[in-house]
C-alpha cells in the first residue's frame, strides 16, 4: 500500500502532499520535513529506495524517490509494491502530468493544486494503484476538462483578458520534462 | 492540446497565491495568510449567499493555505456544501477538500455521507467516481457501515461502467481494511475473483489489489484466484509487445498488473494442479529468459519495468522454494544485478539474496557471491546499498564463512555511517558466538569490537561476553591475558574498562604467574580507570576490588587503602559509599574462609538464549521482543554488575524476573541461517512460555465499596473497570489497555462464570485499549468471585492471567430507607443465632466519619441517620436482589476510636449471605 505522497522542491517547500493515512497536521508537517530532510541529502546516482524516517514507521516503510529538476517526487509504501514497479509509477504520473500540462513545471503544481490531485485520484485511490494507462488516465482528465469547461464558459473571457498574471515574473524554473534528459 | 490549459482558473487564487510567494519572510507569510482567513472567514459568515465559483475559490485558497502547514478549522461546512452542487467542478473541489481534511465530527460525516449516498445513486459515473474516491480516502467507521453493502452490489453489477467498477474495487478494499467486520463478501467472492479475466485491463489491475487483501485473509475462500492469475499472467507473459496497447510501457506488456499477479501468487503454496503448475513455471522461465535477451530500449524505464517483474518473479521462486533449478537461474540472476551499474538493481539484487540465503538449495550458491558482496559493503557509495550487503553478509554467513565475514564487518565498522553502527555491532557480537569453534577468537572479536565501536556496543553484548568467559574454562586465561592487554591502551573505552574489571576480578589469578601481571600490576591497571570512569562502572570496579583481595591476599594492604579513602567512602554517592564501607568492612573482618566463601569464583551462567539476538531483533522493528524483555537483561546483568557482593546462590538461580524472558530454551541456532528478520522471528515465536502472572487480590479488595477502578496492571497490561448494577443485574466495561508499543496477538478472555460477553478483539495494538463488555445476573447469593482468564500472545510468549472479577454479592443491594422504630422491629425479628454474623476487627485504614461514610454508600446500602442510640455508630440497611429470592440484610458498625477497633454486626434473613457480608467487610475498614 501507499502511504503517502508527497512532493516538494529542492528547497524543501511541499507542492503536493496526499496521505492515504491519518495523521494529525502537524505530523504531516513534520513527516514531510522529516522526509525532504532524509532525500535530500542524498547524491544523484544513487539507489532510489531508502528506508523510511521513524515519523512514517521506520523500516518497515520505503521511501521511493525521483528527483526531476526542481522537484522530488516521493512514494511512502509498505512492502507489498515492488519497488521499481514504483519507480515506474512515479515516471507515468509524472509524464501524465506533463501532458497534461503541456511541459509541465513547478509553477503549474503551485497554480494547479487542485488539478494536479485530480489527475492523481484518477492514478491512485485510498492507497492503491487505480490505473497505470497513460492514455486512460489522460482520457478521464480530458472528460473532467470539458466538463468544467461547459462550466465555467462564462469566466474564461474574463481570465483570457487579465495579463496572464505575474506567472511570468516570477521566478521558478521550468522542470521541463523529458524522458530522456530526466534524472533517474 | 494540453488537457489542462493554463489561462483558465481563477483569478483571485492565483493573486493570493503570487502574494505567498513573494512575501520575504515567514512573518509576512503568516500575516498574508492571517489576513486572508479572515477575509474567508468573514466571506462564509457573511450575509451574502455565495455562489458556486466563489466558494469554490475560496476552498481552493484554504486547500493552499493547508498545503503550506497551517491548520484549516472552518469551511467543512461549505465543501459539504459544494458536494450537493450539480455543477461537476464545484462537486469535485468539495470532495478534494473533505479528502483532503478529512473531519472527523460525526455530525459532518452524515452529511457527507448523505451527498455520497446521492451521487451514488446518481448512475452519473463521473459523480460516481467521485463518491467512490472520498470514501476511499476518508474510509472511517461510519462510512462502511453506510456503504459496506452497496459498493459489492456496483462492483459486480453488469452494466456498470469500467472505471466506475476499478473505483469500487478499491474502495471496497480501503473499507474492508477499517472495517473488516462490515464488509461480508460471502456470496460476491465468486465474482469478484473472476474480475481476474475482466477484458478492461484498468479492472483487473484495481481488482486484483483487492483480491490479494481478500487472499491473505481468508486464503481458502479465495483459492480459485490462483489457476486464473496463472492463466492472465501467462497470457501477458507471453503476448508481445504491442499486443496491449496502452498498457504496455516501454515494451514490456502490463508489467504493473504482472507484478501484483505474482504478488497474489506469494499467498499461496505452489499450485497443486500439476496443468496450472506446469503453466507457471513455463512463466516463470519466460521470465528468467526474457532478462538474457537484448533490451528492446535504452531507455532505463524500460530496463525498470522489465526488471520489477523479474524481481517479483524471483521472489515468488524464493518463496515456493521447490524447485532447485528455478532457485539457482534466480541466484544466478541476482550474482548479474550484483554488479550491474545500477543502483536500484544492486540494491534490489543484495535485498533478495538476503531472502534467498534462508533457503537449502541456494545458500550454497548465494555463498559464491562473499566477494562481490564484502566489495560492495567497501565501495558502494550509498548507505542504503552498504546496509544491504551488511544484511545479506549477515544473512549468508555459516561456519565455513564466519572467521571473514566477521573480519570484513569488523573493518567496515571503523568506517561505517553512524546510523547502522549499532546493528553492525550487535550483528558481528551474534555471529562471533555463534560460529565460534575457538573461544579464543570470539573474545578478540568481541573486544575489537569495544575497541573500535566502544559507544555502540550495548550492555548486552558486554554481558554476553562475560557469560561466555564465565561458562567456559578453556577461555578464561586467554580472556584474563587479553583484556589486560588491552587495558593497557591509554584511552581505552569504559565499556573495555567493564569487561576488563570484572574479568580480573575472577581470573586475575591465572595470569598473575607472570611478573609482567603480577596481581598489584593488574590493581593499579584497573585502578589507573577509575576516576575516568561513570559510577555504575566504579562500583563494578570496587567489586572487582574485593575480589582481588580473596584472590590475591598480597594486594589487601593496598586496596583497603583505597576502599578508606574520603573518595570512596564517603563518596556522596550512595551505591559507591555502600560498596566501600560494606567491603572494607568485609575484608576486615570476615577470616579468610568466610571471604573466600562470599567472594567465590562465579558459578556458570544458565545456559540460555542470547539477549543480544533479543536486541537486535527490536532494533529491526516492532514486533516480538518486548521492553520488558530488555529491562530482564537489564536486571540480569545487574547480578553481573553486582560480582562479588553477591552470594553464589542468588547468582546460581535465575531470578525470576528473568524466567519473564520468552528466549530462555533453547532456540535452533545454526538451524538454516536465514535473514536476519525471519530468523529471529522464528527463534522467538517457538520459543514461548506460559507466564501466569499473579493476580492481585489488594486491587479487588478495593472493589467491594466501587465499581469503578483499575482492576489490574503489570508491565504489559492494565485493565479497568466501570461497572452498573441494577437489581439482580449487573453490567460491566472491561477495558484492557496495551501498555507496551507492540502488538497483542490472540487476546482472549475467558471469564468463568454464566455471564454473557461479547467477544473481544484478537489483536490488541501497541498503546490501544479495548473493552469488553460483561452482563451479569445474579442467580442465588455467593461467595466466590467469578475468575477471568486472559491470554494473549505478546511477543514470543504467550501470558496468561487469571484475575477475580470483583463482583461481590453487596452489589446487587437495593438500599432501603426505614425510620428507628423499623429497624429495630426488624433487627429483632431476625434474631436467630445464624442469621446473624459479628466480628470484632482492628481499622486497618482512617477511622474519619466522612471516609466511613463513602464506604458504606457505596456498599450500596442506605445508610441511616438518626437510627442508633449512639450517634458514632452506623447502621445500615438493603436488599440484596438473586433472581430467586430477596435477603433484607440489616448493619452496624460500631467505631471505637480510641482502642481503633470496629464492632461489626450483621443480620439477615439468610445466614450465608450474613457470612459472607461480615467477612467482605471486615476487610475494607
Partial sequence: MIKAILIFNNHGKPRLSKFYEHYNEDTEQQIIRETFHLVSKRDENVCNFLEGGM?????????????????????????????????????????????????????????????????????????????????????????????????????????????????CSMQGHCFAFHTASASR | MPAVSKGDGMRGLAVFISDIRNCKSKEAEIKRINKELANIRSKFKGDKALDGYSKKKYVCKLLFIFLLGHDIDFGHMEAVNLLSSNKYTEKQIGYLFISVLVNSNSELIRLINNAIKNDLSSRNPTFMCLALHCIANVGSREMAEAFASEIPRILVAGDTMDSVKQSAALCLLRLYKTSPDLVLMGEWTSRVVHLLNDQHMGVVTAAISLITCLSQKNPDEFKTCVSLAVSRLSRIVSSASTDLQDYTYYFVPAPWLSCKLLRLLQCYPPPEDGAVKGRLVECLETILNKAQEPPKSKKVQHSNAKNAILFEAISLIIHYDSEPNLLVRACNQLGQFLQHRETNLRYLALESMCTLASSEFSHEAVKTHIETV???????????????????????????????????????????DYSIREEMVLKVAILAEKYAVDYSWYVDTILNLIRIAGDYVSEEVWYRVIQIVINRDDVQGYAAKTVFEALQAPACHENMVKVGGYILGEFGNLIAGDPRSSPLVQFNLLHSKFHLCSVPTRALLLSAYIKFINLFPETKATIQEVLRCDSQIRN??????????????????????????????????????????????????????????????????????????????????????????????????????????????????????????????????????????????????QIGIKSEYRQNLGRMYLFYGNKTSVQFASFTTTPQLNVQTKPVEPLVEGGAQIQQVLNIECLTDFSDAPLLNIKFRYGGALQNLTLKLPVTINKFFQPTEMTSSDFFQRWKQLSQPQQEAQKIFKANHSMDTEVLKA????????????VDPNPENYVCAGVIQTKGQQVGCLLRLEPNAQAQMYRLTLRCSKDSVSRRLCELLAEQF
Fill in chain 2, 374 to 416: 564484502i566489495n560492495a559493503l567497501k565501495t558502494e557509495r550509498d548507505v542504503s546499498v552498504r546496509q544491504r550487503a551488511a544484511d545479506l553478509l549477515y544473512a549468508m554467513c555459516d561456519r565455513s564463512n564466519a572467521k571473514q565475514i566477521v573480519a570484513e564487518m569488523l573493518s567496515y565498522l571503523e568506517t561505517a
Fill in chain 2, 572 to 717: 556522596s554517592d550512595v551505591e559507591l559509599q555502600q560498596r566501600a564501607v560494606e567491603y572494607l568492612k568485609l575484608s576486615s573482618i570476615a577470616s579468610t574462609d568466610v571471604l573466600a566463601t562470599v567472594l567465590e569464583e562465579m558459578p556458570p551462567f544458565p545456559e540460555r538464549e542470547s539477549s543480544i539476538l533479543a536486541k537486535l531483533k527490536k532494533k529491526k522493528g516492532p514486533g516480538a521482543v518486548s521492553v520488558t524483555e530488555l529491562e530482564d537483561s537489564k536486571r540480569e546483568g545487574g547480578e553481573l554488575n553486582g560480582g562479588g557482593d553477591r552470594g553464589p546462590d542468588t547468582a546460581s538461580t535465575p531470578s525470576p524476573s528473568a524466567d519473564l524472558l520468552g528466549i530462555r530454551s533453547a532456540a535452533p541456532v545454526g538451524a538454516a541461517p536465514a535473514s536476519a528478520g525471519s530468523l529471529l522471528v522464528d527463534v522467538f515465536s517457538e520459543a514461548g512460555t506460559t507466564t501466569t502472572l499473579p493476580s492481585s487480590s489488594l486491587f479487588w479488595l478495593l472493589f467491594v465499596c466501587k465499581n469503578n477502578g483499575v482492576l489490574f496492571e503489570n508491565q504489559l497490561l
Fill in chain 1, 55 to 167: 515519523l512514517i514507521g521506520g523500516s518497515d516503510y520505503k521511501l521511493i524517490y525521483r528527483h526531476y529538476a526542481t522537484l522530488y517526487f516521493v512514494f511512502c509504501v509498505d512492502s507489498s509494491e515492488s519497488e521499481l514497479g514504483i519507480l515506474d509509477l512515479i515516471q507515468v504520473f509524472v509524464e501524465t502530468l506533463d501532458k497534461c500540462f503541456e511541459n509541465v513545471c513547478e509553477l503549474d503544481l503551485i497554480f494547479h493544486v487542485d488539478k494536479v490531485h485530480n489527475i492523481l485520484a484518477e492514478m491512485v485511490m485510498g492507497g492503491m494503484v487505480l490505473e497505470t494507462n497513460m492514455n486512460e488516465i489522460i482520457t478521464q482528465v480530458d472528460a473532467q476538462n470539458k466538463m468544467e469547461k461547459s462550466e465555467v464558459m462564462c469566466f474564461v473571457t474574463f481570465i483570457n483578458q487579465c495579463p496572464c498574471l505575474d506567472i
Fill in chain 2, 855 to 866: 464506604k458504606l454508600l457505596g456498599l450500596g446500602t442506605a445508610l441511616l441517620d438518626n
